[in-house]
């Protein structure tokens, strides 16, 4: 996948076109297991590229807003986050913005790992994967708790499992988009400093709201 940063609103509706492609082509299953865990595979590494190009629209440049709490951030990737990322392997500390492509990808596998992205409905799938990017792996959950009625953990326990089973739809997934819309207003709110990225957040909740919604049930 090009994980190189498109410009312009053309490109993006292209790449976004084309990664809800992914999601409705068919694909012939071999016969036997083997063939039928490589259809698998093949499915949720469509999926995960699908989720990808979304969120990598949104988080494709380098930022440092004095107003950002986050603080240095490339491609979605805090600073403090890829120094963590590095030392667990063993590694100095990079500037963020020498991250290359394979680091990138793992660390985002990271989020659509821990975020259980590949078990869920390809519009619950690509929305829980850019929730938990933008406002990390607990507050994805505690969103989808909220979407689906239950109290708000912030973990997968028995009782989200459990609602997720029968609510693992698009609905569920707009609801999820709607719970951030409302986040943003009450977060501007309550830090009017905040207001210098609420466009942008609300933009990127409608265009995610616009891209699932064209996915089917």
Known sequence: ??????????????????????????????????GVAQAVNNYEKRLFDAALAFTLYFEGG???HPADVGGRTYRGILQTEYNAYRARRGLPPLDVTQMSDTELLEIYQGYWDASQSAKMHPALAIVMFDTAVNFGIQNSITFLQQALGLPQTGVFDGLTIEALSRGNNKYTALQMVNERILYRYKRVQQNPSQMAFFHGWLSRDYSLWGYVEKIQN
């Open 1 to 34: 996948m090009n994980l190189i940063q498109p410009n312009g609103q053309k490109l993006l509706k292209s790449n976004l076109i084309r990664a809800i492609l992914l999601l409705t082509l068919t694909f012939a299953v071999p016969l036997g297991r083997l």
């Open 62 to 64: 380098f930022s440092d």
